[in-house]
């Protein structure tokens, strides 16, 4: 995979930058050829009245085409951007499994806070009713409180790699004994450093296990990844664009002095068409600052970041998931694995660092084929 490209502060640039994006998005097919719903899957019948019970009918083809593989016990990779239904695609097959085997363990990782919160959250929904045992191991939460809760009969251990790792060196976590292993974003997980976190937990697996790797790139680390710790996988790829055609992407010229450039922001928020907006900053710092600016106007608005504790984290993405607040202002710590239904608009405060990070940034609305708007602010 080539290097992520470099984002220069120039509008020629960045006019090029969405040039590029839109190009993506209408040069691809938006839609692939479904085969099942979700009733003719061989699930076993109280997930598939959880299933109904969320509303849903016919799979995503992601899920269309994993969740058959994954049922035969098939090591599975699974090439999918953010917001294609894949965490059903691995947790379905899972508890299946788990309910014809009390015995079956699951240890799922991603790579940050929030996506292992979200994996949760639909794990919940997915096994309601099961009385499956479910532990969250991230960082920025009590250890002791996660310590207390592994020594119970657990059958899920949901966590980002750091905080698993200590609970493995602190021999509460045993991965010997987990026989279904999934990588959640394994790519981003490269990038963010991991791999050898990875490949450390990898290592301590049973040789017979079953294996779900997610990734929306397949680059060498990876493949490298995959050809140590899969056996004879299927490959599966439904990655039909970089982002989604429907999100509607804009440069704002902005003053260069940073008053001049969050008056125009101000300008934005306080229209009524500007309902559930995420704006993104380069540092906690700059977040801070802009977050304080827009509450001095009156505006609902909360914040996250790196320094931010992960209670405070879950509650802010609470309130402005039920509309409790209208602004969210984050660092790029909230760009990747995000679902967030119904954001309005995506605002780059300031300028992502690397095409990939645009994508993904904007890639917060327009979700589920509805209309979303990216702007871009450039100095001038």
């Known amino acids: 995979m080539q290097k992520s490209k470099r984002i220069a502060g120039t509008s020629m640039r960045v006019d090029q930058l969405i040039n590029k994006v839109k190009e ?17 899957f061989l699930l076993d019948s109280r997930i598939k009245q959880n299933i109904k019970q969320k509303g849903y009918i016919t799979p995503t083809p992601i899920q269309d085409q994993a969740i058959p ?5 098939r090591d599975v990779i699974g090439i999918a951007n953010t917001g294609t239904g894949k965490t059903a695609a691995f947790l379905l097959p899972i508890l299946n499994k788990m309910l014809g085997d009390r015995s079956q363990k699951a240890l799922i990782l991603a790579p940050t806070r929030e996506l292992a919160l979200q994996i949760q959250d639909e794990l919940r929904a997915y096994a309601k009713g099961f009385n499956l045992g479910v532990v969250l191991c991230i960082g920025g ?6 310590e207390r809760m592994l020594r119970n009969p657990v059958h899920f251990v949901i966590g980002t790699p750091g905080r698993v790792i200590d609970l493995i060196n602190r021999r509460y976590i045993l991965p010997s004994k987990f026989q279904n292993i999934v990588l959640d974003e394994a790519d981003r997980m490269v990038d963010m450093g991991f791999i ?7 290592e301590k697996l049973p040789a017979v296990r079953q294996s779900f790797f997610f990734t929306a790139t397949l680059d060498r680390k990876v493949e490298e990844l995959i050809g140590t710790f899969m056996k004879n996988p299927v490959k599966i790829s439904v990655k ?28 934005h928020l306080v229209r009524p068409d500007f309902e559930k907006v995420l704006v993104f900053g380069r540092t ?20 996250i970041h790196g320094n931010k504790t992960q209670n405070y984290r879950q509650r802010a993405l609470r309130k402005f998931k039920s509309g409790e ?11 990747r694995g995000l679902d967030i239904k119904a954001v309005s608009h995506v605002i780059n405060f300031d300028m992502p660092a690397s095409y990939d990070d645009y994508i993904h940034r904007i890639g917060r609305t327009g979700r589920a084929e509805q209309k979303g708007i990216a702007l871009t602010f450039v100095t001038h």
């Not at 593989?69 to 016990?73: E, K, S, Y």
């Not at 939460?141 to 996660?146: F, R, Y």
């Not at 050898?196 to 990898?202: E, H, P």
């Not at 607040?325 to 760009?335: F, G």
Request: zero cysteines.
């Open 69 to 73: 593989v994954g049922l035969d016990g």
């Open 325 to 335: 607040v209208n602004v969210l202002v984050a660092t790029d710590v909230a760009a």
């Open 240 to 267: 039909m664009r970089a982002t989604a055609a429907n999100i509607e992407q804009n440069i704002v010229r902005v003053p260069g002095d940073t008053r001049g450039k969050l008056q125009v922001l101000i300008e």
């Open 196 to 202: 050898n976190d990875i490949r450390f937990v990898l």
């Open 284 to 303: 906690k710092h700059g977040v801070e600052k802009i977050t304080q600016a827009i509450s001095d106007e009156g505006i609902k608005v909360d914040s």
């Open 24 to 40: 993506e998005a209408n040069d691809q097919s938006t839609e692939q050829l479904v085969k099942h719903q979700f009733d003719d």
């Open 141 to 146: 939460s009590n250890i002791m409180a996660q």
